[in-house]
């Protein structure tokens, strides 16, 4: 998307009715735009859709056609249901997690793909947001050591943690975090979620 001026009447009406009809029918979704355009259009399509998300810059439609060709070889639903929701923020390379439904091993070995190459490649990911209402559980004990061994070989990556929840439960894991890992660690309610966002862009790297 380059040079984007917004719709005509028709036009917005028939791409609502597009959104309606096909969103949750859709896995991945990946925009290829200018960067101006990221935040918006990830914030008008998050209502709409349960799909990973991810921006990529308008000149690099390969990258964008090779992450979605990685959907088809590998699925994206295990048992008929949507994995873990994530959305990996570029360039700042901010992770947000927003968990619905009890984790299962291979969220993690989803995770992995999706992170670890830009890790590869930029050393760290700025910010990870996790936004939950409530701690959806694990739905077996491997699900669990997935999840522990995932945050055993990442914490050390990740630059600020800002967990956004209303839950009293989750909003203490913060304080618990700080002790256990080397991130900086915050709690927002949901109703400042921009504000989180804001704080993780806060920690991105300056680029020389």
Known sequence: MTGFHGWEAGAAWEDLKFGVAHFADIERLAMVGEKKWQQGMATFCKPFTKAT??????????GARKWLDESVATGNKIGGRHMLKHQLLLPEGILILEPDAPLEAADFEGLVREIDPYIAEHGKLSGLMIHAKAFPGWANLEAFLAHMQFIKSHHQKIVRLAMVTDSKLLGELPKVAAHLVHVQVKHFSESQHEDALRWLKEGTPVSP
């Open 53 to 62: 998300v991810r921006y990529f810059d308008h000149t690099d439609i390969a």
